[in-house]
C-alpha cells in the first residue's frame, strides 16, 4: 500500500512476485470498507504500508483493529526498489505501490506493526509535550524581540515568565506604536505561563506513565521522561536490532568511513532514526554541563587531539551504546516475568548511566545479516 491522507494505492502481489490485483481506494469509511471487501479474495494476506510511522499510521492503526497483519516498509527500501524495478526515479502511487508489494514479499526481518496502546499513549503525549516545547522557543524569541525594542538592550538570554513581566512592569511606553507592544509583549507573557503549566502537567503525566512501562531509562543521567518516552516510541521492540552497532547506525551516531589511500578518517553520520539522535545529544549536552564520566570522557578525547565535535561525536556513540544495553535489559526483564531474574551481559557496568563501557566508538555501518524476525508465511 502506498497510503495517503485521503486515498490509499494497493497492489496485490503472490509471493513469486506475480500481480494479481491492485486498485486506489479512499480513506473514508466507504472506501475503507470497500478495499477491506476486495482484499478479502486472499485470505492469507499480509499488509505491506509505507512509512507506518508517518503518513501511513492512520491506516495501519484500523487494519490492525480489524485483525489484519500489517508489515512497516521504510520509504528508502521502496524508493530503492522502485530504481531497481523501473530504471528511474520516476513517482506515480502505482509504482510506489508496486515497489513496496516488492519489498514486502523480497525482504525479511521488516517490522511487524503491533497494535501497542501503551506506546500509542506515549507516542501521543510525547509528541503534544513537544509541540509545547516548540511554541515555548518560538514565544520566547518574539517576548526578546519586543523587550529589545521596548527597553534599550533587551533583556537576558534565559527569561522566564516571572521575570518578563517583572522587566515589563518597568515599562510605560506614550507613543501608539510602543503600547501596542506593550500589549503583545504581555500576551505573549500569558501564554508562556500557560504553557509553563501544560508542560509541568505533561511531563508529570509522562513521567507516571514511562515508570509504568518498567523501563529504567529515566536513571540514566540525562535522559528526562520526554527522552524515555520518545526512546520506547521509537524502537518499540529493541530485539529487532542485532547488536549495539546496529542500533547505533540506526540512530546516526555510528561514523561513516571516509577513509581514501593512506588517509584514514570518518565523517558524522547524518542519516538514521533524527528523533533517536536528538536524545542522545541532549543525554550528551546534558553530561557535558555537569562533572560526570561522560564530561571525563569527552575530556580525554579532547586531550588526545579530537576537535569538539570528535569528541561529542564519539560521547554520543557510547551513549548509544547504553541506551542499547539499558533496553535490553529492560526487555529481558520484562520477558522473565513477574518474579524473574533480570538478565545480565558480559560487560558489569550495562546500567552505568556513564560511558565507561569497554564499547567500540568505532562501529561503522555495515551490512545487515539476514535476520528472520518477522514470522510471515506469506512474506518470504
Known sequence: MDPHKRSATIEVMAGDETVVGGGRFDTDRDGYTAMRKYAGQWPHRVWAIEGCQGIGRHIANRLLADGEQVVDVP???????????????????????????????????????????????????????????????????????????????????????????????????????????????????????????????????????????????????????????????EVADITRFPDRAHFASCNGTAPIDASSGEQVRHRLSRAGNRQINRVLHIMATVQLRNPTEGRAYFDRKKAAGKTSMEAMRALKRRLSDIVYRTMISDAVATAAGPGGQRGTTTDSNVTDSHPQASSSEKSLPRPAETQHRTLLSAVS
Open 75 to 233: 520509504p528508502k527500501l521502496s524508493a530503492r526498489a522502485r530504481v531497481f524495478a523501473t530504471g528511474q526515479g520516476r513517482k506515480t502511487d502505482a509504482t510506489d505501490a508496486h515497489s513496496i508489494a516488492l519489498v514486502g514479499t523480497r525482504m525479511t526481518g521488516l517490522r511487524p506493526v503491533v497494535n501497542d496502546e501503551q506506546l500509542a499513549l506515549l507516542r501521543i503525549l510525547v509528541d503534544r509535550r513537544r509541540c509545547l516545547g516548540v511554541d515555548h522557543t518560538r514565544m520566547v524569541s518574539q517576548l526578546h524581540q519586543l523587550l529589545l525594542e521596548l527597553i534599550p538592550g533587551g533583556a537576558k538570554k534565559s527569561l522566564s515568565a516571572a521575570q518578563a513581566k517583572t522587566l515589563l512592569a518597568t515599562v510605560r511606553p506614550r507613543d501608539a506604536v510602543g503600547k501596542a507592544r506593550r500589549r503583545v509583549a504581555a500576551e505573549l507573557i500569558a501564554d508562556l505561563e500557560r504553557i509553563y503549566r501544560r508542560s509541568k502537567e505533561a511531563d508529570k503525566e509522562l513521567k507516571e506513565l514511562v515508570a509504568s512501562t518498567g523501563t529504567r531509562l529515566m536513571d540514566l543521567h540525562g535522559i528526562g521522561p520526554s527522552g524515555a518516552a520518545r526512546l520506547l516510541v
